[in-house]
């Protein structure tokens, strides 16, 4: 069975087989000025594909195939799948009014005001959702975790025994990163989830490069022979916190041990986390 030119087989009915876009001939693809892609195939700034192909810009019946596209700015959570935060930081914990060393080094004493030309004056009263939110913008900044993964985390605590605010804290303080932060080998949590991307940190004996691990009592985190130079060197550099009581740290092997697991006063800044647990109830 044979087709010609129209697309239909010798006994005249037509064939099920599409042709493919990228075989059309140009004439064939009559594309209007507005139409996101251009002739050649390339898109126009300001689109991009999405992951659905459908026959939605068909043109006199000649183009029966195309690739839908969408503006970027009508995309859904564009710009939300990464959890690292690339953005000014002393400008969020000025938003937030407190420091948060996690997320920076630095302190924002000088300007304790809200960013903004209107910061300095600015007085406005906070609802009650935003205060709620505000207390959870702390826990997302400062251990660096997306919205997914902090819901996720509370919904863990919610299912546990204990009283859910301190059940969040130990969750959040038990992440590998964390760890690494706490115990003085990397100045900010951004620094030490670096450290264990890079594969320099090990947990117990065996290398590591998953920042969001949660460790367990007995567990024992070192450095690399190969890293140790760049820990000595944010080491000079200051510790932004002191080492809490729930870690053995042994400074001269590079090495930490979680005697005992954190509770909700492990966390190095004021934190209402009973305000946590009423926004994701």
């Given at each position: ?52 192909v459908s026959p939605a ?120 990163d964390n760890v690494v ?96 647990v009423e926004f994701y109830?």
């Amino acid at each position: 069975m044979t087709e010609g030119p129209s697309g239909q087989n010798e006994e005249g009915e037509r064939s099920r087989v599409r042709p493919k876009i990228d075989r059309l001939p140009v004439a064939d693809c009559r594309l209007p000025a507005e139409f996101p892609v251009h002739i050649d195939g390339t898109l126009r700034p300001g689109y991009t594909l999405s992951d659905r192909v459908s026959p939605a810009h068909t043109r006199g019946g000649q183009c029966s195939h195309s690739v839908r596209v969408t503006p970027l700015a009508q995309q859904k959570h564009f710009g939300d799948y990464m959890s690292r935060f690339r953005g000014p930081r002393l400008r969020v914990m000025r938003a937030l009014g407190m420091n948060l060393p996690g997320l920076s080094a630095k302190s924002i004493d000088k300007r304790p005001h809200p960013p903004g030309q209107h910061g300095p004056r600015m007085k406005r009263k906070i609802s009650l959702y935003g205060t709620r939110l505000r207390e959870k913008q702390k826990l997302r900044y400062h251990y660096g975790v997306s919205e997914r993964q902090l819901r996720a985390v509370a919904a863990v605590a919610a299912r546990s025994k204990g009283p859910a605010g301190a059940m969040i804290a130990q969750l959040l303080e038990r992440r590998l990163d964390n760890v690494v932060f706490r115990a003085g080998f990397a100045r900010t949590i951004p620094a030490a989830r670096q450290l264990v991307n890079h594969g320099h940190v090990l947990v117990n004996g065996r290398p590591v490069d998953i920042a969001s691990v949660r460790l367990k009592r007995g567990d024992v985190v070192s450095v690399r022979e190969r890293a140790k130079k760049a820990v000595e060197l944010q080491q000079q550099a200051g510790q932004a916190l002191s080492r809490p009581d729930w870690l053995d740290v042994d400074a001269a092997a590079l090495s930490a041990r979680v005697s005992t697991l954190p509770d909700d006063t492990a966390i190095p800044f004021p934190i209402e986390l009973r305000l946590v647990v009423e926004f994701y109830s």
